[in-house]
């Protein structure tokens, strides 16, 4: 875990992404905002760095999950950078940030979109072939 001197109560101050999982444990997605606001009081920042903070927070912990199941169904880690170049993920994790969206519902269609990403390329594969 990673601390950060003492606090007025005697106990050790989490930072950094650990504080931040911290701030996410058992909490309702309608609570997403306010781990915004805890953010900016932590960090001594403005509402708008704390917020992209956030989003940076997720959009990670979306990239990792993505990843995750990508190579459990057979996509190597080249391949998935390479795909997921051209899709919005700031836009997924600006949404769960913000309490719109669960992270594992962006996860899921971002995966979809991966394999789609599959049969669009086979089915392309097959119509230069005979056609």
Do not use: W
């Not at 950060?4 to 950094?16: M, T």
């Not at 704390?50 to 990670?60: G, Q």
């Amino acid at each position: 875990m990673q601390y950060s001197g003492n606090n007025s109560d005697g106990n050790l101050k989490l930072r950094g992404k650990t504080a931040i999982d911290a701030e996410h444990k058992n909490i309702p997605m309608e609570d997403e905002k306010r781990v915004t606001n805890k953010i900016s009081d932590m960090y001594g920042i403005d509402s708008d760095e704390a917020k992209d903070i956030h989003r940076d927070y997720h959009l990670n912990r979306i990239v990792v999950l993505l990843l995750d199941r990508a190579k459990k169904h057979g996509m190597t880690e080249a391949m998935f950078i390479d795909r997921i170049k051209s899709f919005d993920m700031i836009r997924y994790a600006h949404s769960v940030s913000q309490g719109e969206l669960m992270e594992i519902a962006a996860v899921d269609v971002l995966y979809r979109e991966l394999c789609s990403m599959d049969n669009n390329s086979l089915e392309d594969r097959y119509i230069n072939f005979y056609g």
